[in-house]
């Protein structure tokens, strides 16, 4: 014992040296703090791979070459400066349209970039054009999103894995959801960055920012947009994308409007909350029997959730802040979100009270 007690020293202090030890870890410990300096997070997704070459060109250079390499140059820049990376494949395999939406989804990412080249029968056609969800308001934009769609006919067994969806006419996608719409304003936000710097850095022919119904923008829980980095079909911008040269301009450009597109959305790894008093208020949302994950899609499209248990109860959190007026206003959020028994709560060291 006595051995045991030297070894572990603190098993030798006073209660209040203790209290005041443990105060000091659960200060240091605070997991709403470590959660505070998570990266931001981006799933890079290249279009195509495997037996799905991508769009179809008589010159003979793959698009799913061109946009992997894309992607995972772009993978390269973003996670050197400080960023988390996800790529939904990095390397030369067939990934459905669902298996691509989903690692975006289980990973809860910040953002969902998809990278695509472009074909046309008539070979004058060039530029680069950056697609958010939307209905389509035009026939191009229509027949861009039927070809990227297309890919659904490759899988087996199609009809199950997308029913009601009709790859023929991405109209059968349902009308944009709630969630997409509270995205909405952030992936024209990032589009018409990347848009702006393919332009204004690489004098290329800016074909603008456009809505169209493309399946694996439409299943995506986060701000999302799909890249069209040119025409493969047009000769010059074939050659430029099929280059060493073009393939890194177009990431750096790519690269730069997400910097930009963090500094707008004013995010930053350790804006978060700070405890005062160790008294962190929350918003509770529900509670079940069921253990939820935490993903925004289970939750309405809300983010920052968090979950206790409590018997056999689990009670659900969304937001968390040590200013009350700040989680009043979350509440409102919650509600109009269609929480509408939402309340707030506080956490005193970790002690659940009502507030409310
Ligand atoms: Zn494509």
């Not at 008093?277 to 253990?291: C, E, L």
Request: proline share 3%.
């Amino acid at each position: 014992m006595i051995k045991v007690c030297l070894k572990y020293p603190f098993f030798n202090l006073s209660l209040t040296a203790k209290g005041v030890f443990i105060a000091l870890l659960l200060i240091l410990y605070n997991p709403q703090e470590l959660q505070s300096q998570k990266p931001f997070k981006i799933v890079i997704d290249a279009g195509h791979g495997g037996k799905d070459p991508g769009r179809p060109n008589k010159s003979g250079i793959k698009e799913k070459d061109i946009v992997l390499n894309i992607a995972l140059d772009l993978g390269k820049k973003l996670k050197n400066s400080g960023n988390e990376v996800i790529f939904t494949r990095d390397k030369d395999i067939f990934l459905t349209l669902r298996q691509r939406a989903k690692i975006a989804n289980d990973v809860d990412a910040d953002l969902f970039i998809s990278i695509h080249c472009n074909a046309f029968h008539d070979h004058r056609v060039y530029g680069s054009e950056t697609f958010v969800y939307g209905l389509h308001v035009n026939k191009a934009n229509f027949n861009v999103a039927l070809k990227e769609n297309e890919v659904i006919f490759l899988e087996e067994d199609f009809e199950k894995n997308y029913k009601g969806f009709d790859p023929n006419s991405p109209e059968s996608l349902i009308g944009i959801t709630l969630m997409q719409e509270e995205y909405l304003d952030q992936s024209i936000l990032l589009a018409s960055l990347v848009q702006d710097n393919f332009t204004k850095d690489l004098k290329r022919k800016n074909r603008g920012v456009k809505q169209s119904g493309f399946w694996v923008l439409h299943n995506t829980y986060m701000p999302s947009i799909l890249i069209e980095a040119g025409f493969m079909t047009n000769a010059r911008e074939g050659a430029y994308l099929n280059s060493k040269k073009g393939q890194i301009d177009i990431s750096n450009s790519i690269f730069k409007a997400i910097e930009s597109y963090k500094k707008a959305i004013n995010y930053s790894a350790d804006n978060q909350p700070k405890t005062i008093n160790n008294i962190i208020y929350k918003v509770q949302i529900s509670a079940s029997k069921r253990r939820l994950e935490l993903k925004s899609y289970n939750f309405k499209g809300l983010k920052n959730l968090s979950r206790i248990k409590q018997g056999s109860i689990y009670k659900y959190f969304y937001s968390s802040s040590s200013d009350l007026e700040e989680i009043k206003e979350k509440k409102k959020y919650a509600r109009s979100k269609g929480f509408s028994n939402a309340y707030i709560v506080g956490f005193e060291n970790g002690k659940l009270f009502d507030v409310d």
